[in-house]
Structures are given as structure tokens and as C-alpha cells.
T-cell receptor
Framework: KNQVEQSPQSLIILEGKNCTLQ??????????LRWYKQDTGRGPVSLTI?????NTKSNGRYTATLDADTKQSSLHITASQLSDSASYIC?????????????FGQGTTLQVKP | DAGVTQSPTHLIKTRGQQVTLRCSPK?????VSWYQQALGQGPQFIFQ???????QRGNFPDRFSGHQFPNYSSELNVNALLLGYSALYLC?????????FGPGTRLTVL
């Protein structure tokens, strides 16, 4: 069964601190892995997308890693800001013909406090 | 480029009513997917449309139906609304492996 599990479920950190969110998946055949940021009541916004051959990808203060052997990914946030408070969703795409099927994790809710 | 747009932004219906939500994909995208996101949960895949046909479907009953038009825009229809259908309904458009989400429609069923 294709599954994506994220940890922790929620996280509270102080402004300026770093944090790392985890994503484990069992998806086959694997196409790519994406991290999204979703503000409350809004649509998810893509942060990074990585294919099988990519180990790391950065987008400003966000750095995602991918270990395709262990089927694990992480999202590292550096020097957190209050605006980083949101849900972070790991999404794995399973190749299915011409279109991929997306399997969503439940998300990690991050709260950054001043 | 306006990106993915959805309408309406908010909607209140009563149990048993029918609702239609609309989505315009990002320019150049030909595939539209619909998701239901309950409060505090991750998005759940409803179905995906490509070339005006439903190509994939998640675990949702037949009262959830959709349509894609020649200009790639799409509608999600839900008949006989249940209280449990209150959620944020997200539309995502994609081309190859790139997918963009719209802002969502917040549906409240009373």
C-alpha cells in the first residue's frame, strides 16, 4: 500500500532557530517527492520537488534531502521566521501512465514563536 | 499568469443540497485534480481529469462527480451533501510532473 508518513505531527520552535521535518514513504513506482507549505485555509504552495536521482534541493531557507534507498526525506528550515508558521506536507508521486498519482502525508504543523 | 483559480472562495450549504465548485487551471496545464481537505488533515484525492475524461479516482462515492471542459477548466459537483463534507476543496492543475494548487473553496455544510 502506498503511504507517506510525516513526523513530528506538530512542532513549536522559537524564532531564529532551525528545525527539521521528516517524511518516510512506501510508494512504488516512485516518480518524485515534493514538499509543500500550506498556510491555514489556503492552498498548498510548492517548496521543492526532487526526483530519484536528486539528494538535496534548496529554496531559500528551505533545504530538502532525499534518500531513495531508505525512502526517507527531510525538510530543514534555517533561521526560522514567524511567517514559517504553517503546515508542511510531504507528497510523493507514484508514476501511473502519463499522469502521476499523488500520495499525501498528513503534514507537520509548525508554529514559530517570537 | 493568474495561476490556478477557484470559485467561489467560500460557500455555505445545507445538508441534502447540491453544490458545484469551479477551477481554472494554470496556463498550459491540461490535467486537473480535485482534493478534499478536512480541518487538520492532509488533502484526500477525489479524482483527476485529463482530455475531458476522468482518469483516476480516489475513494469517494458517486455523489462526487466532475467535468472538464475543452479549455481544461473543471467543475466538481457534489449531490446530497452530508455534514461531513464540510472541508476545503482544492483544485490542482499539472503538466507532466509539475502541479500547482489553487487557493481552495471552503465549503460549510449545515
Amino acid at each position: 500500500k502506498n503511504q507517506v508518513e510525516q513526523s513530528p505531527q506538530s512542532l513549536i520552535i522559537l524564532e531564529g532557530k532551525n528545525c527539521t521535518l521528516q517524511c518516510n514513504y512506501t510508494v512504488s513506482p516512485f516518480s518524485n517527492l515534493r514538499w509543500y507549505k500550506q498556510d491555514t485555509g489556503r492552498g498548498p504552495v510548492s517548496l521543492t520537488i526532487m526526483t530519484f536521482s536528486e539528494n538535496t534541493k534548496s529554496n531559500g531557507r528551505y533545504t530538502a534531502t532525499l534518500d531513495a534507498d531508505t525512502k526517507q526525506s527531510s525538510l530543514h528550515i534555517t533561521a526560522s521566521q514567524l511567517s514559517d508558521s504553517a503546515s508542511y506536507i510531504c507528497v510523493v508521486s507514484a508514476r501511473s501512465g502519463n499522469t502521476g498519482k499523488l500520495i499525501f502525508g498528513q503534514g507537520t504543523t509548525l508554529q514559530v514563536k517570537p | 499568469d493568474a495561476g490556478v483559480t477557484q470559485s467561489p472562495t467560500h460557500l455555505i450549504k445545507t445538508r441534502g443540497q447540491q453544490v458545484t465548485l469551479r477551477c481554472s487551471p494554470k496556463s498550459g496545464h491540461d490535467t486537473v485534480s480535485w482534493y478534499q481537505q478536512a480541518l487538520g488533515q492532509g488533502p484526500q484525492f477525489i479524482f483527476q481529469y485529463y482530455e475531458e475524461e476522468e482518469r483516476q479516482r480516489g475513494n469517494f462515492p458517486d455523489r462526487f462527480s466532475g467535468h472538464q471542459f475543452p479549455n481544461y477548466s473543471s467543475e466538481l459537483n457534489v449531490n446530497a451533501l452530508l455534514l461531513g463534507y464540510s472541508a476545503l476543496y482544492l483544485c490542482a492543475s499539472s503538466s507532466v510532473d509539475t502541479q500547482y494548487f489553487g487557493p481552495g473553496t471552503r465549503l460549510t455544510v449545515l
